[in-house]
């Protein structure tokens, strides 16, 4: 019985080791992101870039965070028509393992460069303006209103303002009440406005608390683009061919909301 003493001291302590390593195995943070694409014309040169981007950032929140994630995409009316009403579409709501962002995306309407953000994001959160957002088309994220709530908008151009369209600063009161944080890649197409869609993200990010804790490189070059304390907000090539990496971006929304 002696001799059998070291085997089963052993074994006791191969259990223990894996009882502590188990303990002690890292929690992953809880998140919930929805994806919100500008599908308008401009948008079309870069659908490919697009949906390598949002499928990269996906992969890397799911390996960094329990994710929960869904899916919209909004348009805009043509300049002297409205045959466009339906703005907004959602996709896919918020749920665990909300799947990839579907390839037959329809890119289509506006036609002059500020877009109809606001009228989006305001329908994410549950907010309609008939006709432009109605109820059976304009369906809200379905945030669980439990975990960290965040919008990653993709587009090129600024917000419309005036008009029937919802003044950026009253979105973004709502957004905050909300408790929803905004985020942004901004794609440089050939008709896009990059200065001016940089600008009215920025605002959104720094008005719904979308700020880096610590500063990032957004496109993998090694070189800081985000400084400590800035806006959330990334840009983004329209050329599938161009490669960037998008984890400094995706470990920057996990930095800020994950928990």
């Known amino acids: 019985m002696r001799r059998r003493r070291p085997v089963l001291a052993a074994a ?93 995306i329809a890119y289509q309407g506006g036609g002059d460069v500020p877009e109809a953000h606001t009228f989006a994001l305001d329908a994410v959160i549950g907010v309609r303006h008939e006709p432009w957002t109605t109820e059976w088309s304009a369906a809200p994220a379905e945030f669980s209103g439990t975990l960290p709530k965040l919008v990653v908008l993709v587009t090129s151009a600024p917000a419309k303002q005036g008009m ?36 009215h993200l920025g605002s959104i990010a720094a008005g719904t608390a979308a700020v880096a804790r610590s500063a990032f490189d957004c496109d993998g070059d090694r070189r800081v683009d985000v400084a400590r304390g800035g806006p959330l907000v990334c840009p983004m090539p329209a050329d599938p061919r161009v490669r960037q990496s998008f984890t400094g971006f995706a470990d920057a929304l996990v930095a800020r909301y994950g928990r």
């Open 12 to 104: 006791a302590a191969l259990a223990l080791a894996a009882a502590t390593g188990a303990s002690a195995a890292p929690k992953k943070p809880a998140l919930e992101v929805f994806f919100l694409i500008d599908a308008t014309g401009d948008m079309v040169q870069a659908r490919d870039a697009v949906r390598t981007a949002v499928d990269g950032i996906q992969a890397r929140l799911a390996q960094r965070t329990t994710l929960r994630h869904g899916f919209g995409v909004f348009r805009d009316v043509t300049p002297n028509s409205l045959w466009l009403t339906d703005l907004y579409q959602r996709l896919s709501p918020v749920r665990a393992n909300g799947g990839a962002l579907p390839r037959d």
């Open 164 to 199: 029937t369209y919802p003044a950026l600063n009253e979105t973004i009161s709502r957004l905050r009440a909300a408790g929803v944080g905004v985020a942004s890649l901004v794609v440089k197409t050939e008709q896009g406005d990059e200065r001016g869609a940089r600008e």
